[in-house]
């Protein structure tokens, strides 16, 4: 089953809400290009406004993280980091990104460890559902496509620096 949710390219998201763990889907928002670090070399992305940045928490925890390592993924250009298969951090990793245009979910990958961006490590009750960009939203298909979903706005607040 396939179901459409819209989604604009500001500071809103939407969050896909299991049992014990959360997706968080946003919008590239503008043309931009993603490096991908891994032990042995680097690569960059092109993504399109339209094109989505998911933000995984298989094991669930607070929501700010999740928006952090997105907004440093869309706004600030951070590098996505990929670790080699049996790293011991991988174990530790709390939230895992991905960004294109179409990206799958799986529980059968080690956290952390994909440079390929069209699939994403999440919990079993996300496995099988895919996320397909398309123009003001987010088409979402597969057995886990019935999950709850919220659209949420979040800004981080303005700091001025004192003189």
Request: net charge negative.
């Amino acid at each position: 089953m396939l179901k459409k949710h819209n989604l604009g390219t500001g500071n809103e998201y939407l969050l896909v809400q299991g049992i014990n763990s959360f997706l968080l889907v946003g919008k590239a928002g503008s043309s931009l290009c993603i490096c991908i670090e891994t032990a042995d070399d680097e690569y960059c992305q092109g993504l399109s406004p339209d094109d989505l940045i998911v933000v995984s928490a298989p094991e669930g925890g607070p929501l700010e993280p999740a928006i952090m390592l997105l907004e440093l993924v869309r706004k600030y250009r951070c590098p996505l980091m990929v670790l080699p298969k049996g790293h011991p951090g991988s174990k530790r990793l709390r939230y895992v990104v991905s960004a294109g245009e179409s990206i799958r979910l799986s529980c059968s990958i080690e956290l952390g460890t994909h440079p390929e961006q069209d699939v994403l490590c999440a919990a079993g009750e996300f496995t099988g559902l895919t996320l397909q960009a398309v123009n003001g939203g987010v088409v979402m298909g597969g057995p886990a496509s019935d999950q709850p979903v919220s659209l949420i706005h979040y800004s981080f607040p303005k700091i001025q620096p004192s003189a």
